[in-house]
């Protein structure tokens, strides 16, 4: 086998595709770029939060005709945040690291996706049956354990999947205008996490009392 001996051209060019990428990884977590992406975004985040305080103190009539709708309000709220977000940041490191480039049939896209909205259901139900349990243990009324697993179900899975395609869309479009997804889209879905579920636990509520 013949080995060809490296040139000075060959030296300068990986000296050169070095420093490109020190220069590049040094501005990337540099604090400047961290908090020029991340602020607005985290400014965002504390406003969503105000609104979907506004749209839960909305809920009055439903919170009094459904007992038991004010234990898992926080907890889907909770619960659509840790899976969005973490699907977010799955979603981001899989950019970066060239798996996803585009919206398509990619395996590693469609199994993000179809474990998150697997979680969402299973945690859904086991948190409407704790929400019955938990009331009725603390002496209070409850609407019973179908209505409010219904409630959890409907309202975070719908949620969820809306939360889903939006964070796609976010995670590849925010890489795809220079920004670093870590940056933008665990914010950005925390907000609208919470007021994407809290408008669909609202509209869930009203469609069960509705029935």
Not at 70 to 80: E, K, T
Request: contains cysteine.
């Amino acid at each position: 086998m013949h080995y060809e001996p490296e040139t000075d051209i060959d030296n300068e060019t990986d000296e050169f595709e070095s420093e490109m990428i020190e220069e590049s990884l040094s501005e990337y977590a540099s604090i400047k770029s961290i908090i020029s992406e991340a602020l607005p975004f985290e400014i965002l985040a504390t406003f969503g939060g105000v609104v979907a305080g506004i749209i839960l103190s909305g809920m009055t009539e439903q919170l009094e005709l459904v007992p038991g709708l004010i234990v898992i309000a926080p907890a889907v709220l909770g619960l659509r945040g840790n899976i969005s977000c973490t699907l977010g940041s799955r979603l981001g490191s899989a950019v970066h690291m060239g798996l996803i480039t585009r919206v398509e049939r990619n395996p590693e896209l469609i199994n993000n996706i179809a474990g998150s909205l697997t979680l969402s259901l299973i945690l859904t139900i086991i948190l409407g049956l704790m929400g019955h349990y938990i009331t009725l243990l603390m002496g209070l009324d409850s609407a019973g354990a179908l209505i409010l697993t219904s409630i959890a179900v409907i309202s975070g899975v719908s949620s969820g999947i809306i939360l889903s395609i939006i964070t796609v869309l976010l995670a590849l479009g925010m890489f795809r205008f220079g920004f670093d997804p870590d940056n933008v889209v665990t914010p950005s879905i925390a907000t609208l996490g919470d007021i994407i579920s809290m408008l669909m636990l609202f509209l869930t509520t009203k469609l069960v009392i509705a029935i």
